[in-house]
C-alpha cells in the first residue's frame, strides 16, 4: 500500500485546522494539527512530514513567516515543501514568504478543491533530490544528503531559493531556462511572481557562488543557463 502523505497543519483557528484536516483525511493524506509554532516545532521533531500548511498569522511567538525562515534553515526540515496560508492578498507578502522558502501560497479564504490541488502540485514540483544524491558540474558540486554546495571544495552559503535554483541549474547543466520555465518549476505556476524576481534571485545565486558565480550565464533573449565552462 502506498504510504499516506503526511501532512502537518499549523493553524490557530480550530474550526479552519479542523475542516483542513477532515477533507485532508477524506483524499488520502495523514493530517496532524499544531496550533502554534512551539507545538509545530515538537511535532517535527517526532517526525518530519511530506508537506507543511502554515498559516501566515500565528498567536504568541513567531510568525509564519518567522516560522519558514527558521525551518528552511534546519537540516532537519529544510526540504520540506511549505504552502503559506493566508489573508492577505499583496505581491510585497507574497515575495517575503517566497523569500523565506515558502514552495507556494494559498490566500484564505479558499475551496478544499483549490486548497488539495495547490497541495497536489507542490508535492510534485517538489522532485527531491534523492538522499546521498551528488551533483556535479565542473568543480561545483551539491550534496543532497547533507545540502552542502561547495566549489573546488570550499564551502559556500546559499539561501533557500539560491538553493533550490542551483539545485534546478544542477540537475539540467548547459541547458537554458527561460524566466517563465524556472518561474514555473521553482516557484509555482499557481503563483503571481513577476518575472525580474527570477533575475534578483539568479543575481543573488551568482554572488553567493562566489568565483563560480561565472557558470551561470545570462543567454540573451532566452534565459540563464549553468555551464562547466565559464564564458
Ligand atoms: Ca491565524
Request: proline share 6%; net charge neutral.
Amino acid at each position: 500500500m502506498k504510504k499516506m502523505p503526511q501532512v502537518l497543519i499549523v493553524e490557530d483557528e480550530p474550526a479552519i485546522a479542523e475542516l483542513i484536516a477532515i477533507n485532508l483525511r477524506h483524499n488520502g493524506f495523514a493530517p496532524m494539527c499544531a496550533e502554534d509554532g512551539a507545538s509545530a516545532q515538537k511535532l517535527l521533531e517526532e517526525s518530519v512530514p511530506d508537506l507543511v500548511l502554515l498559516d501566515w498569522m500565528l498567536p504568541g511567538g513567531a510568525s509564519g513567516l518567522e516560522l519558514a525562515k527558521q525551518w528552511r534553515s534546519q537540516s532537519r526540515t529544510r526540504q520540506v515543501p511549505i504552502l503559506m496560508l493566508t489573508a492577505r492578498g499583496d505581491e510585497p507578502d507574497k515575495i517575503a514568504g517566497l523569500d523565506a522558502g515558502a514552495d507556494d501560497y494559498i490566500t484564505k479564504p479558499f475551496s478544499v478543491q483549490e486548497l488539495l490541488a495547490r497541495i497536489r502540485a507542490v508535492l510534485r514540483r517538489r522532485a527531491p533530490l534523492s538522499v546521498g544524491e551528488v551533483l556535479k558540474v565542473g568543480e561545483l558540486q551539491l550534496d543532497g544528503a547533507t545540502y552542502q554546495v561547495t566549489y573546488r571544495g570550499e564551502p559556500l552559503k546559499l539561501g533557500p531559493m539560491e538553493f533550490k535554483l542551483l539545485s534546478h541549474f544542477m540537475h539540467h547543466p548547459e541547458r537554458v531556462h527561460s524566466r517563465s520555465q524556472l518561474l514555473d518549476q521553482i516557484w509555482g505556476d499557481a503563483v503571481y511572481v513577476e518575472e525580474r524576481t527570477v533575475d534578483v534571485h539568479v543575481k543573488r545565486l551568482r554572488r553567493s557562488l562566489g568565483e563560480a558565480g561565472a557558470m551561470v550565464q545570462t543567454v540573451r533573449g532566452a534565459g540563464y543557463r549553468l555551464s562547466a565552462t565559464p564564458a
